[in-house]
């Protein structure tokens, strides 16, 4: 069965103070790693898509990285804008398309 | 381009009966899938259909339905409504080919009472 767990639940940060999510994950035959960003009432938006260990894609403050076992979102200088939840979530490739996994999020909050 | 569109945004329905709920894809994505969103369990994933096919399925009982039609457009049934249903429903659209993207609508909040 595959598992996506996320840290930290909750994320408190200052104004500037740069941080990383982690994103633990088992799959059997990885398709994708799929990062979003939720605000509050609305669905997820999209921000990255990463295939193979070793990947990174960046996007203003946002940086994702992938290995074998885990993704990270790394946030630099972050502003109070980029307060949401941050989900991740991974597609297996077993033939045939398959819905994505979910983790559970990491609430991010940056204070002014 | 005009992104996924949900009607309707917000549903309050009685324990016993049924919803359904529509979706619009971007234009030009063959690919609808839904999820349910709650607080204890996330977002978890209900069915997908590509070409007015049903092509996987999650974990859900057979409550929980849905067609595709011709023009991709999704509906998604939910029949003898229960508490536990009361849930986000989202419906997410992707491209076919080298793109597995899933860009997702703004969802229908569903209350059951």
């Known amino acids: 069965e595959d598992q996506v767990t996320q840290s930290p639940e909750a994320l408190r940060l200052q104004e500037g103070e740069s941080s990383s999510l982690n994103c633990s994950y088992t799959v059997s035959g990885l398709r994708g790693l799929f990062w979003y960003r939720q605000d509050p009432g609305k669905g997820p938006e999209f921000l990255f898509t990463?295939?193979?260990a070793g990947e990174e894609k960046e996007k203003e403050r946002l940086k994702a990285t992938l290995t074998k076992k885990e993704s990270f979102l790394h946030i630099t200088a972050p502003k109070p804008e980029d307060s949401a939840t941050y989900l991740c979530?991974?597609?297996?490739?077993?033939?045939?398309?398959?819905?994505?996994?979910f983790g559970k999020g990491t609430h991010l909050i940056i204070q002014p | 381009k005009a992104g996924v569109t949900q009607t309707p945004r917000y549903l309050i329905k009685t324990r016993g009966q049924q919803v359904t709920l529509s979706c619009s894809p971007i234009?030009?994505?063959?690919?609808v899938s839904w999820y349910q969103q709650t607080p204890g369990q996330g977002l978890q994933f209900l069915f997908e259909y590509f070409s007015e096919t049903q092509r996987n399925k999650g974990n859900f009982p057979g409550r929980f339905s849905g067609r595709q039609f011709s023009n991709s457009r999704s509906e998604m049934n939910v029949s003898t409504l229960e508490l536990g249903d009361s849930a986000l429903y989202l419906c997410?659209?992707?491209?076919?080919?080298?793109?597995?993207?899933?860009?997702f609508g703004p969802g229908t909040r569903l209350t059951v009472t």
């Open positions: 990463l295939y193979s």
């Open positions: 979530a991974v597609q297996a490739g077993r033939g045939g398309a398959d819905g994505l996994t």
């Open positions: 997410a659209s992707s491209g076919y080919g080298s793109s597995y993207e899933q860009y």
């Open positions: 234009s030009g994505h063959r690919s």
